[in-house]
């Protein structure tokens, strides 16, 4: 740990202790709170301030069932194409079903292009996406981190990435949105902890 931080300050509280937290009471999320971190997320800074973010918040225990459910058979036959047992492959799948119908809310975070700049040459439309993806990815961290500060456990999946067109047909979402996580919410029921390499190892200075 860094001793010239003050740990006790609310900012490095929520930055420090914030952590993937993938089990969740039954206490629903008020909708306030999720307004809220709605509200940290769209206060990120983003490229060229053009908001690419879009969300899905689903809070109905159907559409979280069916949501589930069309991404756990989409991933059970991407598994056994990938050579995965059909057990293990079940095993992996009722998990997620489990983990993502057990949340008390969630929100998809997905990115549209339809403000971005348009560029005629390949390399750089990319880029554009690029910056479209981590503007989202910075948004969804601010979300990470309000949830924290308010008391709510969260975690980030990556299933959306893999099943984007499952996503936007279960979810009714625009044909523009894409889908790019999936953010688990609730009352915390476990704890964690995690470690970091210390940036001393990670950092250049020049
Ligand atoms: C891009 C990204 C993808 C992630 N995908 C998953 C995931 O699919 N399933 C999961 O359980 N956690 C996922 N996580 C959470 C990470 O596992 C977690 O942030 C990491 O282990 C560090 O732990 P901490 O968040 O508690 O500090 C993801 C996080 C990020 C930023």
Redesign the pocket.
């Known amino acids: 740990m860094n001793t010239t931080l003050d740990t006790n300050d609310p900012f490095w509280r929520t930055v420090l202790e914030?952590?993937?937290?993938?089990r969740y009471t039954d206490q629903p999320v008020p909708r306030v709170l999720l307004e809220r971190l709605l509200t940290a997320a769209i206060w990120a800074p983003n490229a060229h301030n053009r908001q690419p973010w879009r969300f899905a918040v689903v809070i109905g225990e159907k559409a979280k069932h069916r949501l589930a459910q069309a991404m756990a058979e989409r991933w059970q036959g991407d598994l056994q194409a990938e050579g995965v047992a059909p057990e293990e492959a079940t095993h992996r799948t009722r998990n997620s079903y489990r983990?993502i119908t057990g949340a008390g809310a969630l929100v998809v975070g997905c990115l549209t292009m339809a403000e971005m700049d348009w560029h005629a040459d390949p390399q750089r439309r990319h880029l554009e996406w690029v910056m479209a993806v981590q503007s989202t990815?910075l948004a969804?961290?601010n979300l990470?981190l309000a949830a924290h500060r308010e008391g709510l456990a969260a975690?980030?999946?990556?299933?959306p990435l893999f099943a984007p067109d499952v996503v936007r047909q279960v979810l009714s979402l625009p044909a523009d949105w894409q889908p790019q996580?999936?953010i688990t919410l609730g009352y915390p029921a476990e704890t964690?902890?995690?470690t970091?390499r210390p940036w001393q190892e990670v950092t250049v200075w020049r």
């Not at 914030?18 to 993938?22: A, C, T």
């Not at 975690?155 to 299933?159: D, E, Y």
Request: net charge positive; glycine share 4%; aromatic share 4%.
């Open positions: 914030r952590r993937s937290i993938r983990r990815a969804l961290g990470l975690c980030w999946m990556c299933a996580a999936l964690r902890t995690k970091r």
